[in-house]
């Protein structure tokens, strides 16, 4: 299965597509709902990722992607860390 997260036109939602052998899924996910979906998918991912030995090995065996996740992962508190300071004052 292949997904794609793109904004929506009107930029107040996700459009996430799953491809799925012949067939395409695409849901709508409401901002700023879409935010606490994916960062709870994100947590929820890593404690199981910390808790399970095969699910290590699959990652450890894939070059390259775990500096890519890690780089999301930079980019996405960046990201966020410059929307709390712009709202701070």
């Given at each position: 299965m292949k997904t794609r997260?793109?904004?929506s036109k009107s930029g107040n939602s996700?459009?996430?597509t799953f491809h799925e052998g012949?067939?395409?899924y695409t849901i709508t996910v409401p901002m700023?709902?879409?935010i606490q979906f994916f960062v709870?998918?994100?947590v929820t991912s890593l404690e199981t990722l910390k808790g399970n030995p095969d699910a290590q090995e699959n990652l450890d065996g894939t070059?390259?992607?775990k500096a890519q996740i890690q780089e999301f992962l930079r980019q996405a508190?960046?990201?966020y860390d410059e929307f709390i300071s712009t709202r701070k004052g």
């Amino acid at each position: 299965m292949k997904t794609r997260i793109n904004q929506s036109k009107s930029g107040n939602s996700l459009l996430v597509t799953f491809h799925e052998g012949f067939s395409t899924y695409t849901i709508t996910v409401p901002m700023p709902y879409a935010i606490q979906f994916f960062v709870e998918g994100l947590v929820t991912s890593l404690e199981t990722l910390k808790g399970n030995p095969d699910a290590q090995e699959n990652l450890d065996g894939t070059q390259g992607q775990k500096a890519q996740i890690q780089e999301f992962l930079r980019q996405a508190v960046l990201l966020y860390d410059e929307f709390i300071s712009t709202r701070k004052g």
